[in-house]
């Protein structure tokens, strides 16, 4: 099955830099790439997606790269602010049929210091 | 809209003891799925049901059976709670059949089994 490895797993940026978080994946089948915020004691929300057919897409501060090739994407958060501290999560997904297997990855800390 | 509806919002129990997590979306979704969070550990599958009368067991299924009632309800039984089941259950849902990808989360039921 899909194995998704996520690094790092805690990450500490000052206010205003760059935060980056970068996952693999296994299964070259997987077409759909979303990537998952999630706040202390709250449900996971999506911010971000890429499918496999993009290699790149971004919303403001933030941008998703893929490569397919090396099976690996990345999430970029620029000038970041205090509220972007939580766990983002990223995940592989494969549509088949009517059904959406999705892997997530074990998550990622981000604290942004003021 | 209220999206994707979770109840309890928490539950302790006793080793042994039964019970089961409701969930409902009204967003006309035909997926449905159950996953578990630990720490460190990602969001892992339970259980899916990718359309109304199908279930199918996800990544860690023991110890749990899954009913999908209707296309809006998919509930979630512990027969027997074990320690190991104390966990954050989110329910979530998503309709890949016409295109969405996106899964929408239910905001959680947090379960201790003593």
């Known amino acids: 099955g899909e194995n998704v490895e996520q690094h790092p797993s805690t990450l500490s940026v000052q206010e205003g830099d760059s935060a980056v978080i970068k996952c693999t994946y296994s299964?070259?089948?997987?077409?759909?790439f979303p990537w998952y915020k999630q706040e202390l004691g709250k449900r996971p929300q999506l911010i971000i997606d890429?499918?496999?057919?993009?290699g790149e897409k971004k919303d403001q501060r933030i941008a998703v790269t893929l490569n397919k090739t090396a099976k690996h994407f990345s999430l970029h958060i620029t000038e970041t602010q205090p509220e972007d501290s939580a766990v983002y999560f990223c995940?592989?997904?494969?549509?088949?049929?009517?059904?959406?297997?999705?892997?997530f990855g074990t998550g990622t800390k981000l604290q942004v210091i003021p | 809209n209220a999206g994707v509806t979770q109840t309890p919002k928490f539950q302790v129990l006793k080793t042994g003891q039964s019970m089961t997590l409701q969930c409902a979306q009204d967003?006309?979704?035909?997926?449905m799925y159950w996953y578990r969070q630990d720490p460190g550990m990602g969001l892992r599958l339970i259980y899916y049901?990718?359309?109304?009368?199908?279930?199918d067991k996800g990544e860690v299924p023991n110890g749990y059976n899954v009913s999908r009632l209707n296309k809006r309800e998919f509930s979630l039984r512990l027969e027997s709670a074990a320690p190991s089941q104390t966990s954050v259950y989110f329910c979530?849902?998503?309709?890949?059949?016409?295109?969405?990808?996106?899964?929408?989360f239910g905001a959680g039921t947090r379960l201790s089994v003593l």
């Open positions: 299964d070259s089948a997987s077409n759909y």
């Open positions: 979530a849902s998503s309709d890949p059949g016409l295109g969405w990808d996106i899964q929408y």
């Open positions: 967003m006309n979704h035909n997926s």
């Open positions: 049901s990718a359309s109304e009368g199908t279930t």
């Open positions: 995940a592989a997904s494969i549509r088949s049929g009517g059904y959406q297997k999705v892997t």
């Open positions: 890429i499918r496999s057919n993009v």
